[in-house]
């Protein structure tokens, strides 16, 4: 597909081949997030086996890889700002690798620990960069539908490990049971991700660096040369010279443009990605793709039944991710933000009732009488769905483009740094508020979070759909240049 597509709206053509290509290389990194951040939802029980590790430890051993992530989403903002996008994507796949490896080899929780670790810094490192990048080369009408790329590469990884976790077991009898060589099955589990991981890094050799950042860089020519071969040579030189008027050239983006020049204050959009960040986790949906299997147990489930609800979990997520794709750029990235926000909220209100009126047997486990198992199953999919088909995608698109070019990395570190934060304190808190509140109350918590998110969403998000990096760049410096005045 190599025709060029002309979008009147912004009165610029494209190579649509070349610019999907281009956001598929970077979106492996999601998938490798995706698959990393699945792969532990299988290990849990055969993990606190093989280390002998209590409830707590149980919980830090699965979160201890989130600890990682806040500080790989950091330091890759930062650094691609210093170094550019497409090395620190390199860095991110080769540590994919050690972490995957060094995972399945660990004889104790400190071992597993130190490699979950390490592994953190490239998940957190690969969800700012891919839509850092994605965002850079894609054309503002397409740039929601490359963008949620990303996201959609995070549930097919996602799946990907519920699938090869549910293989690997079924061939060995269970995740804590001896598969080959001597290794136990959750040692396989982990070191399937070799090979995703190991083609991520090969395939990021045939891409450029983001025009954006050689503008800033100084790299003017090359920059040129990239947005040249993504759509024409005319169209590149106006191209970089409307760049140049959002990027100071004589120094390359920092971490302290996070602070305007006007008020001397963090800019205020900053605040707002911070919010849309850490609310994506506080509704709670890492509960279900960490914990699934011992939530589902916890439910009633068998060992076997569980980890299949987990891959109907998965396709229900991919599918509802098609669904973001087709609509993000035709209704917009709010409207599907606040649709999103109330559905999440009344399907974990729903679970929250079930799970909360359900029976305990003599053993203090869930009973879910009659049909009450299966209206939860609907109402955690159809959470799943809502999530998928919103706050899942939108969340990484609008980070990806709503900041100005001059701090776009430095916001996005920020930003990840709240998310993966976020992240942690979720993952780390319900083993606790599993064993002393229950799951009703546990997904109470998060319904109201639900509430939370749509009247954040509808007083502070603004609409970027089919707007160009620069003008939104250029709007957002207006905005503070007034306000500045008004208030100064």
């Known amino acids: 597909m190599t025709d060029q597509i002309q979008d009147s709206q912004q009165n610029e053509s494209y190579n649509l081949g ?26 849990v029980d055969a993990l606190q086996a093989a280390f002998d590790s209590d409830a707590t430890g149980t919980g830090f051993n699965v979160a201890s890889v989130l600890l990682g992530c806040v500080v790989g989403a950091f330091f890759a903002g930062t650094l691609a ?8 994507m390199l860095v991110a796949g080769i540590v994919f690798v050690i972490s995957a490896w060094g995972s399945g080899i660990s004889e104790g929780s400190l071992e597993f620990v130190i490699y979950r670790l390490i592994g953190g810094l490239a998940v ?3 969800s700012i960069l891919a839509p850092l990048y994605i965002s850079e080369i894609a054309p503002s009408k397409i740039r929601g539908r490359l963008a949620t790329l990303q996201q959609l590469m995070i549930v097919i990884g996602l799946f990907m490990a519920f699938m090869s976790n549910y293989a690997l077991a079924g061939l060995s009898g269970g995740a804590e049971e001896e598969l080959w060589l001597g290794f136990q099955t959750w040692s396989w589990m982990f070191w399937a991700e070799i090979l995703p991981a190991s083609l991520f890094v090969i395939v990021l050799l045939f891409i450029p660096e983001s025009p954006r950042y050689l503008v800033a860089s100084n790299q003017a020519e090359k920059a040129q040369k990239v947005l040249a071969a993504i ?13 140049k008027t959002t990027v100071r050239t004589d120094s390359r983006p920092k971490l302290g443009d996070i602070i305007s020049k006007y008020t001397g204050k963090i800019h205020p959009l900053v605040w707002v990605g911070i919010g849309i960040a850490v609310l994506q986790q506080f509704t709670g949906i890492n509960v279900i793709f960490y914990y699934g299997a011992t939530l589902w147990q916890a439910a009633g489930f068998a060992e076997s039944d569980a980890l299949l609800t987990n891959v109907i979990s998965g396709s229900v997520n991919i599918f509802f991710t098609f669904v973001a794709i087709v609509l993000i750029d035709k209704v917009g990235r709010k409207p599907l933000l606040l649709v999103g926000s109330i559905g999440q909220a009344v399907m974990l209100g729903i679970l929250a009732y079930l799970f909360g009126t359900a029976s305990l047997d003599s053993a203090n486990n869930l009973i879910l009488e009659g049909n009450n198992g299966t209206y939860a199953l609907l109402a955690a999919n159809g959470y799943i769905a809502f999530f998928a088909a919103s706050w899942g995608p939108v969340m990484w698109v609008m980070l990806g483009e709503m900041f100005p070019n001059q701090y776009r990395g430095a916001a996005l570190a920020v930003c990840g740094i709240a998310q993966w934060g976020s992240n942690f304190a979720i993952t780390m808190t319900f083993p606790i508020m599993l064993n002393y509140l229950g799951l009703g109350v546990s997904y109470g918590v998060y319904a109201v979070f639900g509430v939370v998110a749509y009247f954040f969403v509808r007083s502070l998000v603004k609409e970027t759909k089919g707007r160009t990096l620069e003008d939104m760049s250029r709007e957002q410096e207006e905005e503070e240049r007034k306000h500045a005045s008004q208030t100064g």
């Open 231 to 243: 759509s024409n040579a005319a169209q590149a030189a106006v191209k970089v010279a409307d760049i």
């Open 18 to 43: 070349r610019v999907i290509f281009l956001a598929f290389v970077a979106a492996i990194g999601g998938f490798l997030f995706g698959f990393d951040s699945g792969v532990i939802n299988g290990t």
């Open 81 to 88: 700002d210093r170094f550019g996008r497409k090395p620190m």
């Open 124 to 126: 957190g490192a690969a």
